[in-house]
Structure formats: structure tokens, C-alpha cells
């Protein structure tokens, strides 16, 4: 009895070690990124940029800017989302926060941070979205077998003149027109009430077409007119 004891007492350690090893590769991590190694940029960097993998197998690019340096992490475990950071000239952290690639908007919470690397302000993106949020949208477009990383999808958000929070979705419905067009699936969704406010398919030409007119978009529903 006294073995087994010990033996569930050691494997706890070792467990409870792997995690804080883990942790602290974590934490080393988040301190490297909060600095922008301007020597090692310049000593790597291959017309204009530097790739490498970072200590959690995420694949980072680094490049300068126009005021400075960003860094652009791409997160292995989270869909189509990057984590970005922005920094001074002198290196030091500007911005930081997660976008989501697929749309080219900002999600969650960014810190925004002074020249002398002080945080004076932090803005959650998600906050309007919070009754319909990103992840309701992919689930959504998942039910409707649309291809999340097909060529023609796209996913955008915005508050629009109302202030209203909108999403915009759209995919190829994988059918062509009698013109040989593509057929796009549009959804507009409220986020405030968390409905799908209209549906309508809109068509183009895979390649120009300069002697035939694209078809007029057809409307599903419109919730939107009243």
C-alpha cells in the first residue's frame, strides 16, 4: 500500500514539474516578444524580413515598418488568427493584440503602450460582438458546408453608420450561372441581436469577361428594409 502511495506521490511531481517547465517556456516567451531584437533582425533578416519558428512551434515573421518593426506570430493552435506585434524604432513595444487573417480585423483585447514602453491604454475588440461572436460565425458557415479556407470566403465585421455590429460572410456556393459566373453566398448577421439579418447570392466572372454583363445579385431575404 505504501508503495502505491509513493509511486502516485512521484508521478503527481513529475506531472506538476512538466507543467511548470511548460510554464515557464511560456512566460520566457511572452518576455521575448515584449521586445523587438533590432541585432538579430538585421543579422537574419533575408530581403527584408526574418522567418523562424519560435519555442511553441509557432511560425514567426519579423519585418520593418514605416515608423518601426512588427512581428506577425502565426498561432498553430487557434484558426486562421495571428497574433501581431507592432514596436518603435527603438525597439521597443508599441501594440500588440490578435487578428483574425481570414477577415484582416482586430479580435480580442490590444495593449497599446508609450515610447517608454508604459501601457496606457487597452480596447477589447470582441465586446460588441460578445451575442454573436467568431466562433458562432464559423460554427454557423460549418452548418452551411461553406469551405472556411476556400479561395472566394471571406469573414468581416464592422460597426456600421447605426453603430450597429455587423458580420459579413460570403462563399462560393460551388455552382456556376448559365454565363459561366461564380455564385457567391452573402450573409449580413446583427450581432446586437444575434440574427441573420439577409441572405443573397452575387456573381462574377472567375476571369474578365469585357462582353457579357454579370447577373444582378438575387435576394434571398432582406430584414434590413422595412
Known amino acids: 500500500m505504501k508503495k502505491i502511495i509513493l509511486f502516485h506521490l512521484l508521478c503527481l511531481l513529475s506531472s506538476c514539474n512538466g507543467q511548470n ?17 533590432i541585432k538579430r533582425f538585421n543579422e537574419n533578416k533575408k530581403n527584408g524580413e526574418y522567418i523562424y519558428t519560435d519555442s511553441l512551434g509557432n511560425q514567426v515573421t519579423e519585418i520593418t515598418t514605416k515608423r518601426g518593426y512588427g512581428r506577425y506570430v502565426s498561432l498553430k493552435n487557434e484558426f486562421n488568427v495571428k ?17 483574425f487573417d481570414g477577415g484582416g480585423f482586430r479580435i480580442g483585447t490590444w495593449n497599446f503602450y508609450d515610447e517608454k514602453g508604459i501601457l496606457i491604454k487597452s480596447i477589447d475588440y470582441d465586446k460588441p460582438f460578445e451575442k454573436y461572436p467568431l466562433e458562432k460565425v464559423l460554427a454557423y458557415m460549418k452548418s452551411r458546408k461553406a469551405e472556411l479556407l476556400g479561395m472566394y470566403t471571406r469573414i468581416y465585421r464592422k460597426i456600421d453608420e447605426k453603430g450597429v455590429p455587423m458580420w459579413y460572410i460570403s462563399w462560393d456556393a460551388n455552382q456556376r450561372t448559365k454565363e459561366d459566373c461564380i455564385t457567391m453566398i452573402n450573409i449580413e448577421i446583427d450581432a446586437q441581436k444575434g440574427e441573420i439579418v439577409k441572405e443573397y447570392y452575387s456573381f462574377f466572372w472567375e476571369y ?19
Open 208 to 226: 474578365n469577361n469585357p462582353y457579357d454583363k454579370v447577373p444582378a445579385p438575387v435576394i434571398i431575404f432582406d430584414k434590413t428594409k422595412k
Open 83 to 99: 497574433f501581431l506585434y507592432h514596436f518603435y524604432s527603438t525597439g521597443i513595444l508599441k501594440e500588440e493584440g490578435k487578428v
Open 21 to 37: 517547465k511548460e510554464s515557464q517556456t511560456e512566460k520566457e516567451q511572452i518576455k521575448a516578444e515584449k521586445k523587438f531584437d
